[in-house]
């Protein structure tokens, strides 16, 4: 990656560590971009409170998922096993770190997973995390974290899946509106030479596509990029997610402050794309 744009300022990145393959992805994401702007990464590892209460009552049972057999949960093992990935967390973040010479700063905290990871992302200026954790149900989609922090955070968020995030092609949602062109403006920002930049117009005619290609001409202006102007007459999340996946897979940049896709569209079609997503919020 080369940056974002210089209208997105990055001094602090949170990032929220599992050790999931889509945890460890968002990581080297992160560490990446931190480096670029000579940022500060911050690691956030979440001891679950409700798991915890829940080991704590005297009715909880594990299944195991191997054996499908049932025995109590044990409190002080849940424990032990969180101190285990804790530090497993830390070296995971702490190699990152160090690999991109990075100003790092690490926490174990302990709470519930999504207010803690807020509450970081507060004190930062980018947050990333995985498409989803652990849990084995989340194989499609956004995981149930993931799903309430694109709608609950008010920082840009960086979602990513296993393996490299791409940085070329760059895809974009564009309807003309201010957030939109923010979203633009920061996928050039990511853009290296020669990269391949799809922009989705969304357009419901020929002279509306024709007036939001002008426009975005005029902000991509002199940047050496492949571009490529696709016309969406549709504004339903699912659609749009076809249209998009019918592009090589690449990073999404959209924005949730359109006028063309209210921002329910915009969290749906992020849920319906297998993609790794930076999600702009609108500066104000």
């Given amino acids: ?137 989340c194989r499609r989609g956004l995981g149930s974290t993931a799903k309430k922090a694109v709608r609950e955070s008010k920082t840009h968020i960086l979602l990513t899946r296993s393996g ?25 920002g990511l853009a290296r030479r020669d990269a391949a930049l799809h922009v989705f117009l969304v357009a419901n005619n020929v002279q509306k596509h024709a007036a939001l290609q002008k426009e975005a001409e005029m902000i991509i202006a002199k940047m050496i990029v492949k571009k490529q102007f696709h016309m969406l007459p549709w504004t339903d999340s699912g659609m749009l997610a076809q249209c998009i996946h019918m592009a090589e897979p690449g990073l999404l940049v959209l924005s949730d402050n359109m006028a063309a896709l209210g921002p329910e569209t915009v969290y749906r079609l992020i849920d319906a794309t297998d993609y790794p997503v930076l999600l702009v919020r609108h500066a104000t």
């Fill in 1 to 137: 990656m080369t940056g974002l744009s210089k209208r997105i300022t990055i001094k602090r990145i949170a990032v929220a560590i599992d050790c999931s393959p889509h945890s460890r992805a968002s990581l080297s994401a992160a560490a990446e971009i931190a480096g670029f702007f000579n940022a500060e990464l911050l690691g956030i590892f979440v001891e679950d409170i409700n798991l915890i209460r829940t080991a704590e009552l005297p009715f909880s049972q594990e299944i195991h998922l191997h054996t499908a057999q049932f025995e109590p949960l044990d409190s002080l093992k849940l424990e032990r096993m969180l101190k285990q990935q804790a530090k497993e967390a830390y070296e995971l973040f702490k190699q990152t770190a160090e690999r991109f010479d990075i100003p790092h700063t690490f926490r174990t905290l302990r709470g519930r997973v999504l207010a803690e990871v807020l509450s970081a992302a507060l004190e930062s200026d980018l947050l990333a995390m995985g498409r989803s954790g652990k849990t084995p149900l």
């Fill in 164 to 188: 490299p995030t791409p940085v070329s092609p760059l895809l974009v949602v564009y309807d003309g509106s201010p957030g939109a062109k923010h979203a633009l403006e920061a996928a050039l």
